[in-house]
């Protein structure tokens, strides 16, 4: 069992298991490789002058297994709560459990909708459907949590990369009673 699922390793993804597996919990990223990003320039990423699409993706997942995240490129068919402590997630290679699922998939709520997770009309242009969340980044299903453009943040790599942080500090907050902070200091030389 792990402690966070993420479905989509895009910049919201990719950017929660960063902080969930950097926090020590057993991350799994579940991927279809479908990133909306894989088709983009970026000039606009705080912190990189400029970048191809695939490049930032596959910087963004080596940050992410540096800390332990394990990466597995597979279709999720469904998210299910069966159990009080945990949440079910059906894949084409089989089924995986953890205690907190973070759904990052783009622009599309395919699987929220197979799977009886609120949705709601989307406010940015190109896209019509989003996850129904609270400011947190919860849904309506317990322990499942939607971050990044399917959670109706801007397409931008930049606020979907913020935004899969900030439902991961919600997780780990959550998880280990007390509000998460992650921050490193220089050593002195």
């Known amino acids: 069992m792990y402690d966070v699922i ?15 597996a950097k926090a020590g919990k057993k991350t799994l990223v579940l991927d279809n490789d479908q990133s909306m990003t894989k088709a983009a320039w970026v ?8 970048i191809e699409g695939p490049e930032l993706l596959k910087t963004g997942q080596e940050q992410a297994k540096k800390f332990g995240a394990e990466i597995v490129q597979t279709q999720v068919n469904q998210v299910k709560k069966e159990n009080p402590q945990r949440v079910t997630v059906e894949t084409e290679k089989g089924s995986y459990e953890a205690e907190h699922v973070i759904l990052t998939t783009g622009g599309n709520t395919k699987l929220a909708e197979a799977s009886g997770i609120n949705t709601t009309e989307g406010t940015e242009p190109r896209i ?6 609270d400011d947190k980044g919860k849904t309506n299903v317990e322990g499942v949590w939607a971050a990044g453009t399917v959670a109706g943040v ?9 935004d899969g942080a900030k439902a991961a500090i919600n997780v780990l907050t959550e998880m280990n009673g007390e509000r998460y902070v992650d921050h490193d200091i220089l050593s002195k030389k």
């Open 6 to 20: 993420i479905v989509g390793a895009g910049p919201a993804g990719a950017s929660a298991a960063l902080f969930t």
């Open 43 to 50: 000039e606009n990423h705080y912190g990189v002058s400029e």
């Open 128 to 133: 019509k459907t989003i996850i129904d969340t």
């Open 154 to 162: 801007s397409v931008h790599t930049i606020i979907t990369a913020g």
